[in-house]
């Protein structure tokens, strides 16, 4: 291919892999908003200063949601998977 139209071939593949990116964070962040979503309704429902099992929640929900979600959660989320698995 002529330089100019390498030029583009690369632009549109950047394109690509953006549009893939936007779609995979739309995902993420549905995904995200539905698991606040849900752990609203649990701590609404759990006394205040107890222990309401959000974690444990999420990974009993989703094993697949629970890691794609932020890197902070993902350390406490491994500890819950692996305790689940281990039962």
Partial sequence: LAPCRQV???AANKLEALDAR???LQHLQRVLSHTITGWDQQLARTPSGTRAG???M???S???AAT???PLLAPAL???LGER???
């Fill in 8 to 10: 583009r071939q690369l």
């Fill in 54 to 56: 959000l974690l444990e």
């Fill in 62 to 64: 989703d094993a697949r």
């Fill in 68 to 70: 794609e979600l932020s």
């Fill in 22 to 24: 936007i779609r995979e």
């Fill in 85 to 87: 698995q281990k039962k």
């Fill in 78 to 80: 491994r500890r819950t």
């Fill in 58 to 60: 999420l990974a009993a």
